[in-house]
């Protein structure tokens, strides 16, 4: 791939941006988008996180505002508060470069602000709105918006807005929408579920799909069995060896984002903490000091997997490793993103053998290790057998435990109790079995 972004068809404003964001050449999905984008086509674009995909949308979209129409030309919905802040933050900067402040107008559409101020600044229509997918439809249900001029809607990280149930919602804004509208999806991944929403609304798309692995090749995977050592200082010991520029450490749930980044700041480390949790005006304030890059650690919940993009994310630690292979992909994708290398290092417990497995069927290179005397060293990979022993012998426990205990001994009362027994642990198995899919 030689192409340059001269060769994709972008105006001279836009080519001076693209200079002084410091961009060398396009990304795949660049390469493939652009032109496409602004031949006016509609477009399925499926890159693995970390590719580009913001910009392969907002640069060929920007190139081709018409300042002398005073509506709205565009249309971007993203799953999260976060996301639309960063996509908005992304125009703010590309705005400021290409010198239109007073040109361009974007308006950022979130549930948490102030609603009355948003609806002020309605007063003065954008060309540009950006948001989440609900509060845009408040806003155009309330009269102080029409998004029926709209030439172009994005619908970014289009499979979490599936998970999160917003595609009724993304239904109703595309029935007030012009019926030609050009629609752009972008998405790591497109799920079949996703597949009657697609046929309805988009005729003909432009389907590009930049086949990768599921991390980018210049990604280190390490894995530190856990067991019953001090997480805290085993995150210690690590810090002490990778100096990162930025690390983002994963928890499962906001307490114990809490709990990690209040032991953490306690050891000295510079800890911002983001998750779900926060008020609105704390999660927004946080978000911009993350962006400023006030913080060298971030602990978060899987909420800044897929909201944030953290510019020079050096390290991800999975303190917790998530229960399902997707989640795991987005939280590395925060690291060694637009060719930068990086490392994901990730605690593991017995419980998490089988996401570590399927992990490596998908193609992940796994590096056993530990730290001695500051220095990593190779560990021996889990056995399975022991693990397998280990696991049956706790669900004899636990089954023994909710065995009915007779309140009168009668002969074979034990050959009863060992029946039940084995019918419990059964039942346990199947449990175990269908947690770990979910």
Do not use: C
């Amino acid at each position: 791939m030689n192409e340059t972004f001269e060769q994709l068809g972008l105006n001279n404003t836009m080519l001076q941006v693209v200079d002084k964001l410091y961009f060398k050449k396009p990304t795949n999905i660049q390469v493939q988008s652009i032109p496409s984008i602004l031949q006016g086509k509609s477009i399925i674009g499926e890159s693995q996180t970390g590719s580009g995909k913001t910009h392969a949308y907002l640069l060929p979209l920007l190139n081709q505002i018409d300042e002398s129409k005073e509506e709205v030309q565009l249309v971007i919905t993203a799953p999260t508060r976060e996301l639309s802040m960063q996509i908005f933050e992304e125009i703010k900067t590309i705005t400021e470069l290409a010198q239109k402040e007073q040109n361009w107008i974007t308006r950022l559409i979130v549930g948490g602000a102030d609603r009355q101020r948003m609806i002020k600044q309605l007063e003065r229509k954008p060309h540009i709105v950006v948001g989440t997918p609900g509060r845009i439809l408040d806003m155009v249900n309330e009269g102080v918006l029409s998004i029926y001029s709209a030439t172009s809607f994005v619908i970014d990280e289009a499979d979490l807005m599936l998970d999160f149930r917003f595609i009724d919602i993304i239904d109703e804004l595309l029935v007030r929408s012009k019926k030609e509208v050009q629609i752009l999806v972008f998405s790591a991944t497109i799920p079949k579920q996703l597949k009657p929403f697609l046929n309805k609304y988009l005729a003909q798309p432009v389907h590009i799909k930049i086949k990768n692995g599921l991390t980018p090749d210049q990604m280190e995977h390490r894995l530190i069995e856990i067991k019953h050592q001090d997480v805290v200082q085993k995150i210690m010991d690590i810090t002490e060896i990778i100096q990162p520029y930025v690390a983002i450490l994963f928890t499962n749930s906001k307490e114990s984002a809490d709990d990690l980044g209040n032991q953490l700041a306690e050891k000295g480390l510079n800890v911002g903490v983001l998750h779900g949790g926060l008020t609105s005006r704390e999660r927004k304030r946080m978000v911009k000091a993350i962006l400023d890059l006030r913080y060298q650690y971030i602990v978060a919940t899987d909420l800044a997997s897929r909201g944030i993009d953290i510019k020079g994310a050096s390290h991800v630690i999975n303190v917790e490793l998530p229960k399902e292979l997707d989640f795991y992909i987005h939280r590395v994708g925060r690291t060694a993103r637009a060719g930068l290398a990086g490392t994901a290092i990730s605690f593991f417990r017995e419980e998490d053998t089988a996401l570590i497995e399927e992990l490596e069927k998908k193609g992940i290179h796994f590096v056993f290790s530990d730290i001695k005397n500051g220095e990593w060293v190779d560990a021996k990979r889990f056995n399975k057998r022991e693990l397998r022993k280990n696991i049956a012998t706790k669900l004899d426990q636990e089954a023994w435990k909710q065995v009915k205990k007779p309140t009168k001994v009668k002969p074979g009362y034990k050959k009863k109790m060992k029946k039940q027994q084995e019918r419990i642990k059964s039942r346990l198995k199947r449990e175990k079995r269908n947690n770990n899919r979910k």
